[in-house]
Structure formats: C-alpha cells, structure tokens
Nanobody, 130 residues
Framework: QVQLVESGGGLMQAGGSLRLSCAAS????????MAWFRQAPGKEREFVAV????????DYGDSVKGRFTISRDIAKNTGYLQMNSLKPEDTAVYSC???????????????????????WGQGTQVTVSS
C-alpha cells in the first residue's frame, strides 16, 4: 500500500526554523514530482512548494518564496521542506503529495494543483507563535 509519512512539525516561535520530512513506504516517488501543501483552520488547502523527480526544477507559493526550500533524496525516497523565518501565518497542517502513473518521460513534470496528486500523507501540524 502506498504511504506517505510526514514528520518534523511542531511549535516554533516566529523567526525560527523547522524541517519537515516526507518518507514513502514504496517507490511512490519514482519519476513523480513531490509537493507540499498546507491547510490552516477555516481556509482552503494552499500550495506551498514542489520539486520535480530529477530535482532540476522547484516552484514555490508566493507566501513562502525566499523563506522555504524544498529538496529530495531519491536514494532514501524522502522529501524535505526547510522552513526558515517562520511567521504566525505559516501555522497550518502540512501535507506532502505525489502523483501516480509517473514515468521516465514525465520526470521533469510538476504541478501546483491539488487535483494532479493522488497520494497524500496524513499531515503534520506546524504552529508558529508570535
């Protein structure tokens, strides 16, 4: 069974840093881009960042650009989200996602849209205090 497991969330003061991890139990990430989304209470899910399978391309939501960095370790089947200069408005449940059916020919493809991802983790809570 495909499984994505996030870790690394927690409580942090504004200005601090956290590093989230997303581990796959199978070869979920093979050829697939990996994305992070977040959802704050009472708000819609928001795109945070994405990285292609090859790692050659990354993209970020406007609200995190310059503060967050996405990366992945193909050998470990794990993705990461380094979050610096955290703000209270970064408080949310963060989830990683991957797409099914990726192939060698889509290894440089990525999307900012929820609908393009089939596998989701359970999420990890990030709370930033002011």
């Amino acid at each position: 069974q495909v499984q994505l497991v996030e870790s690394g969330g927690g409580l942090m003061q504004a200005g601090g840093s956290l590093r989230l991890s997303c581990a796959a139990s199978e070869r979920t990430f093979r050829w697939s881009s990996m994305a992070w989304f977040r959802q704050a209470p009472g708000k819609e899910r928001e795109f945070v960042a994405v990285i292609t399978w090859s790692g050659s391309t990354t993209d970020y939501g406007d609200s995190v650009k310059g503060r967050f960095t996405i990366s992945r370790d193909i050998a470990k089947n794990t993705g990461y989200l380094q979050m610096n200069s955290l703000k209270p408005e970064d408080t949310a449940v963060y989830s990683c996602a991957a797409a099914a059916g990726a192939t060698y020919f889509s290894r440089n493809y990525y999307s900012r849209e929820e609908k393009d991802y089939d596998y989701w983790g359970q999420g990890t809570q990030v709370t930033v205090s002011s």
